[in-house]
C-alpha cells in the first residue's frame, strides 16, 4: 500500500508545487526549503495517479549522491524500491545512456570510451607538440577550458565564431578542429561531448527527438540555477512535446558559472 502520508507531510506551498502537475513549473526556493522534498514527492504522486509509468518520467540532478537520494525517498513514499525510473540521473549519465542508443548519428559507435581530464590534457599535448605550439605559452588545460567554452555554447568547431582580437580563440580553434577528429577516430568522446552531441542528434534527426519527446511526459530539474546553455537546450527540446517540465532552485545559490551556469536560464 502506498504511503498517502507524503502529502500530509507537505506545507501549503510545498503540496501546491505537488499537485501542479498541467504545463512548466518554476520553483524558486532558498536553502533548507525542502526543494528535493517537493520534487521527490511530485514524482511519487505523478506515479501513484498513474499520470506516467516511471520510465516516463525524467528526471536530472547534478550529482549521483543527489540521484540515489532521490531514489531512495521516492522508494520510502512508495513503499517499494523506485522500480522503473530508468531515466533519473546526472545530465551526463542520462545523455551517456542516450548516446550509446544513437551513437552512430554523431560518427561514434556504441561502445565509445569517455576520457578523463589526464587523457585529454594527454591528447592536447599530442597535438599541441605535432602543430609545434609551445605548451609553456599556451597551457593544456587553458586549451581545453576554451574548447569546454565552445562545447557549453553548443558548438561544433565548424560552428564556432572566432573573436579575432582574442589570439587565444584564434589559436585554439584549429586545436579544437583537430582534437575533436581525434576523439572520433578513438571511438571517444570527452564530458562536455555527451550532451553535446545528444543536442545534435536531436536537432537533427526529427524522428529521434519525437521519441523522446513522446516518452518524456514529465521533467523535473533539480539545481535548476546552475544549468548552462546546452543542457538548457537539452530539457527544451525534450520537453517540447508535453511541457510538463518542473524546475528548481536557488538563484542564490548558482556554483557553477566556471562552467558556463547562466542564471538567466532561471528567468
Known amino acids: 500500500m502506498i504511503n498517502s502520508e507524503y502529502l500530509n507531510n507537505l506545507n501549503n506551498a510545498q503540496k501546491e508545487a505537488v499537485l501542479y502537475l498541467d504545463g512548466p513549473l518554476l520553483i524558486v526556493a532558498g536553502a533548507g526549503s525542502?526543494?528535493?522534498?517537493?520534487?521527490?514527492?511530485?514524482?511519487?504522486?505523478?506515479?501513484?495517479?498513474?499520470?506516467?509509468?516511471?520510465?516516463?518520467?525524467?528526471?536530472?540532478?547534478?550529482?549521483?549522491?543527489?540521484a540515489k537520494e532521490m531514489q531512495n525517498r521516492i522508494g520510502k513514499i512508495l513503499n517499494t524500491e523506485a522500480i522503473g525510473l530508468s531515466w533519473l540521473g546526472t545530465f551526463h549519465s542520462i545523455c551517456a545512456k542516450l548516446l550509446r542508443k544513437h551513437a552512430t548519428a554523431v560518427g561514434l559507435?556504441?561502445?565509445f570510451t569517455i576520457i578523463d581530464t589526464d587523457d585529454q590534457v594527454r591528447l592536447i599535448k599530442n597535438i599541441c607538440k605535432a602543430e609545434n605550439i609551445d605548451i609553456k605559452q599556451l597551457a593544456p588545460k587553458y586549451i581545453l577550458s576554451i574548447i569546454d567554452r565552445w562545447k557549453n555554447k553548443g558548438f561544433?568547431?565548424?560552428?564556432?565564431?572566432?573573436?579575432?582580437?582574442?589570439?587565444?580563440?584564434?589559436?585554439?580553434?584549429?586545436?579544437?578542429?583537430?582534437?575533436?577528429?581525434?576523439?572520433?577516430?578513438?571511438?571517444?568522446?570527452d564530458f562536455g561531448d555527451l550532451i553535446l552531441h545528444?543536442?545534435?542528434?536531436?536537432?537533427?534527426?526529427?524522428?529521434?527527438?519525437?521519441?523522446?519527446?513522446?516518452?518524456?511526459?514529465?521533467?523535473?530539474?533539480?539545481?535548476?540555477?546552475?544549468?548552462?546553455?546546452?543542457?538548457?537546450?537539452?530539457?527544451?527540446?525534450?520537453?517540447?512535446?508535453?511541457?510538463?517540465?518542473?524546475?528548481?532552485?536557488?538563484?542564490?545559490?548558482?556554483?557553477?558559472?566556471?562552467?558556463?551556469?547562466?542564471?538567466?536560464?532561471?528567468?
Open 34 to 66: 525542502g526543494k528535493t522534498k517537493v520534487l521527490t514527492s511530485r514524482i511519487a504522486h505523478i506515479i501513484k495517479e498513474k499520470m506516467a509509468f516511471p520510465n516516463q518520467i525524467l528526471s536530472v540532478t547534478f550529482t549521483n549522491k543527489a
Open 109 to 111: 559507435t556504441s561502445n
Open 156 to 189: 561544433y568547431p565548424i560552428e564556432v565564431i572566432v573573436n579575432h582580437k582574442d589570439i587565444f580563440e584564434t589559436t585554439v580553434l584549429p586545436l579544437y578542429k583537430i582534437y575533436q577528429k581525434k576523439l572520433l577516430d578513438l571511438n571517444a568522446c
Open 198 to 267: 545528444v543536442v545534435k542528434i536531436l536537432e537533427k534527426n526529427p524522428d529521434i527527438k519525437e521519441i523522446y519527446s513522446n516518452n518524456f511526459k514529465y521533467i523535473l530539474v533539480d539545481e535548476y540555477q546552475d544549468t548552462n546553455f546546452i543542457q538548457s537546450k537539452w530539457l527544451n527540446l525534450l520537453s517540447e512535446k508535453h511541457k510538463n517540465i518542473c524546475c528548481v532552485g536557488d538563484d542564490d545559490q548558482s556554483i557553477y558559472s566556471w562552467r558556463g551556469a547562466e542564471i538567466k536560464n532561471f528567468w
